[in-house]
Every structure is written in structure tokens, then in C-alpha cells.
């Protein structure tokens, strides 16, 4: 999968380089306890190694045509507050993928996350053809249940203790948005 940079009102989407590193792990790091209570992958090391083999693994996703990975930036200050992407990998169908996303904690309550989420339905359903669009949920994230509910996801059901997350089984409700309702 492909894009081009996307601007939205107060942001820049637009695919990581290694020059991002540095700007990565600091965001990283500022919400290191939000993110590992959240996403697996933070609870393991952190550094710039890490950083720099995920931009690189992005980047080979992305023109393996699996997956897109957006940088958010702020259009303002150009600071990295956070990472969207577009899987889809994660379904036997190309045309569904999984919605991600974080945003530096510093940052959050905001509306930066309702921002992005709008820009990634329109670049999933108006330039990769994309039909549906997935996420999954731990049911006590409230913030990310309160954006996706805000752009338009449907609630489909949930999977009891769905997933491990750093040691603890965790619930995951499953959201999802066809093409053909999504109110632009
Ligand atoms: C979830 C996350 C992306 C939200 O980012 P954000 O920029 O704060 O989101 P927004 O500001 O656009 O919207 C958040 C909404 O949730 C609401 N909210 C936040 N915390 C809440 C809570 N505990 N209970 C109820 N609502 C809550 C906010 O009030 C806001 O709704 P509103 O606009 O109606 O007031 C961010 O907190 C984050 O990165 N968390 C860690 C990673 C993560 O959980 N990612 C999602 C899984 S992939």
C-alpha cells in the first residue's frame, strides 16, 4: 500500500524516514505507561535501534503493498506525536485492513486522533479501494472507543479475553466500517 503526504487542518501524515528516529523515540518514550498498557509491541525494549528497525520493517510493508504507516506531525511545530497505520495482513481479504494508531500522551484530548482517523477513512476508501475498515478494542479504552465511535465505526461484537497484552488477557470489541456507509 501507497500514499502520498496528507495534510489535515493541524497535521501532516506522512510515511516515517530513518531522520525520524530520534523525534520517534522521544514520543515513545513521553508515553511509554499509556502505550504499554495499550499496544503490545511497548512493552518491549525501547532505544533507537528499535526505533530505526521499525521505520525500515514500515517501509518494506509498505511497498510489499501490507501495510501503510503514517507518521503524524504537526503541521506547526513538525513534532512527531504519534504513528496511524492501515493493515492488511491481519484479514485473508486485501480490500479490509485494521486501523492503529497512538498519540503522545502530552498530546491526547485533543481531537488529534478524531483528526487522523477521518484522514486514514478517506485515504483507505478513496485511494486503496479499501471496502471495510477493522479495529479491535480493549473495552476499557475509553479514548479509542470514543474516536472510533466519533468517526463512524459500528460496534460488530466481542472477543472475550482476545488478546495478551504485556501479561494480562484483555477483551476485544470489534469495530468496523463498510465503504458504502461511510459519511464522508
Ligand atoms: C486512544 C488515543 C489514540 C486517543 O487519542 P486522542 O488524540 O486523545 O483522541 P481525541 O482527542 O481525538 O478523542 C478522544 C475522545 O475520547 C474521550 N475520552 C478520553 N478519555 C476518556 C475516558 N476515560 N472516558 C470516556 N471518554 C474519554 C475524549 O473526551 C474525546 O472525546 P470528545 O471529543 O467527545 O470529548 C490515545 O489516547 C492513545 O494514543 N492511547 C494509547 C494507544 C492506544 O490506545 N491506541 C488505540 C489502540 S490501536
Known amino acids: 500500500m501507497a500514499t502520498d503526504n496528507v495534510s489535515t487542518r493541524r497535521l501532516l501524515l506522512r510515511p516515517l524516514s530513518e531522520a525520524d528516529a530520534e523525534g ?3 514520543a515513545v518514550k513521553s508515553s511509554q505507561e499509556e502505550l504499554k498498557r495499550r499496544l503490545r509491541w511497548a512493552g518491549a525494549g525501547t532505544g533507537l535501534t528499535e526505533e530505526r528497525d521499525f521505520i525500515a ?3 518494506a510493508a509498505m511497498a510489499e503493498g501490507d501495510r501503510i ?13 504519534g504513528v496511524a497505520s492501515l493493515d492488511r495482513r491481519l484479514s485473508s481479504e486485501p480490500e479490509q485492513a485494521r486501523f492503529t494508531i497512538w498519540i503522545r500522551s502530552d498530546k491526547t484530548g485533543k481531537g488529534l486522533a478524531t483528526e487522523v482517523g477521518r484522514a486514514i477513512i478517506e485515504i483507505a476508501f478513496k485511494k486503496l479501494a479499501c471496502h471495510r475498515l477493522f479495529v479491535r478494542l480493549d473495552p476499557a479504552n475509553r479514548g479509542f472507543r470514543r474516536v472510533v465511535k466519533k ?9 472475550r479475553d482476545g488478546k495478551r497484552i504485556n501479561g494480562r488477557w484483555v477483551d476485544q470489541e470489534c469495530w468496523g466500517l463498510l465503504k458504502t456507509e461511510w459519511k464522508k
Not at 151 to 159: A, D, N, W
Open 24 to 26: 520517534l523515540l522521544a
Open 57 to 59: 520493517a514500515s517501509a
Open 69 to 81: 504507516v503514517l507518521g503524524v506531525f504537526e503541521a506547526r511545530s513538525e513534532e512527531l506525536v
Open 151 to 159: 468517526i463512524g465505526f459500528k460496534y460488530e461484537g466481542c472477543l
